[in-house]
T-cell receptor, first 112, second 114 residues
Framework: KAGVTQTPRYLIKTRGQQVTLSCSPI?????VSWYQQTPGQGLQFLFEYFSETQRNKGNFPGRFSGRQFSNSRSEMNVSTLELGDSALYLC???????????FGQGTRLTVV | DQQVKQNSPSLSVQEGRISILNCDYT??????FLWYKKYPAEGPTFLISISSIKDKNEDGRFTVFLNKSAKHLSLHIVPSQPGDSAVYFCAASDGSSNTGKLIFGQGTTLQVKP
């Protein structure tokens, strides 16, 4: 069974640009969550999608957005990139009504 | 407001000894707790979890203890092995919210010395 797949693995962008990250969940998993990991901050919840609807949102500015497609694949978008957006972005998927989340390897975003 | 705290950024133990990683939380609505292990350049992998209706859960070398009155949980690894060296994250979930949202601590870096 394939795990959670995130693309791309590494990305370098310039301040002011926008970026789109992709996540393919484990087959059968309909919930997809996104997290940001920065040094010393642990993993901070960005948002969760379930059945193409945003079910929960963390405390991030509106520049961070996401969506989920009918096949449960998800994308997150960050517009007007800032240096502080440099982080590891992790996607996790889970079965309905399950708390156990399975993570992808993440996308390392560097903003220069 | 950090609802889940791991106050020890790092821990070093000798191979074969016990590793104890601690986690405190403030939100009494949390009813499910998980531990994840993370190696560099990889995503976190699930280790073990515990429901708030239990005070202990074991899985092989890993045991998680929950003290609800103290809002404290700990992960015991016995015996510790060099391959256990990684960052360990404690996470909590509020079941009443019916979402997959997890609140993570900042992580503890465990080093197991041969």
């Amino acid at each position: 069974k394939a795990g959670v797949t995130q693309t791309p693995r590494y990305l370098i962008k310039t301040r002011g640009q926008q970026v789109t990250l992709s996540c393919s969940p484990i087959s059968g998993h309909r919930s997809v969550s996104w997290y940001q990991q920065t040094p010393g901050q642990g993993l901070q919840f960005l948002f969760e999608y379930f059945s193409e609807t945003q079910r929960n949102k963390g405390n991030f500015p509106g520049r961070f957005s996401g969506r989920q497609f009918s096949n449960s694949r998800s994308e997150m978008n960050v517009s007007t990139l800032e240096l502080g957006d440099s982080a590891l972005y992790l996607c996790a998927s889970s079965l309905p009504m399950s708390t156990e989340a399975f993570f992808g390897q993440g996308t390392r975003l560097t903003v220069v | 407001d950090q609802q889940v705290k791991q106050n020890s950024p790092s821990l070093s133990v000798q191979e074969g000894r016990i590793s104890i990683l601690n986690c405190d939380y403030t939100n009494s609505m949390f009813d499910y707790f998980l531990w994840y292990k993370k190696y560099p350049a990889e995503g976190p992998t699930f280790l073990i979890s515990i429901s708030s209706i239990k005070d202990k859960n074991e899985d092989g070398r890993f045991t998680v203890f929950l003290n609800k009155s103290a809002k404290h949980l700990s992960l015991h690894i016995v015996p510790s092995q060099p391959g256990d060296s990684a960052v360990y994250f404690c996470a909590a979930s509020d079941g009443s919210s019916n979402t997959g949202k997890l609140i993570f601590g900042q992580g503890t870096t465990l080093q197991v010395k041969p």
